[in-house]
């Protein structure tokens, strides 16, 4: 079992930068693959990035390729994700998501209860 807690949510303007963390309990997580998704408003939830367990591979959804970057310390059970150049439509709630297979085809067994993120214009 793994739990995780999301955190570094907050208001930023336009073209602001945040770090989100998401720490995890519980063993094995770096066996994980990792990864963020966001729901925005009235939106469906979609994917943002992932992990490999190892940091070694990354994914990025095309609207965020380039300015996001998720990045792990597995010594500190945790991964993070790095948003620059942030617009209003990054707006969401952001959660972190746990799982195995690969960064390319996850499998997701563990999420967190999410960080709101608003980016005003």
């Known amino acids: 079992q793994v739990q995780l807690v999301e955190s570094g949510g907050g208001l930023m303007q336009a073209g602001g930068s945040l770090r989100l963390s998401c720490s995890a309990s519980g063993r094995a997580f770096s066996s994980y693959v990792m990864g963020w998704f966001r729901q925005p408003p009235w939106k469906e939830h979609e994917f943002v990035a992932a992990?490999?367990?190892?940091?070694?591979?990354?994914y990025y959804a095309d609207s965020v390729k380039g300015r996001f970057t998720i990045s792990r310390d597995n010594a500190k059970n945790t991964v993070y994700l790095r948003m620059t150049s942030l617009k209003p439509e990054d707006t969401a709630v952001y959660y972190c998501r746990a799982g195995g297979g690969s960064v390319t085809d996850p499998i997701w067994d563990y999420w967190g209860q999410g960080t709101q993120v608003t980016v005003s214009s």
């Open positions: 992990i490999s367990w190892n940091g070694g591979s990354t």
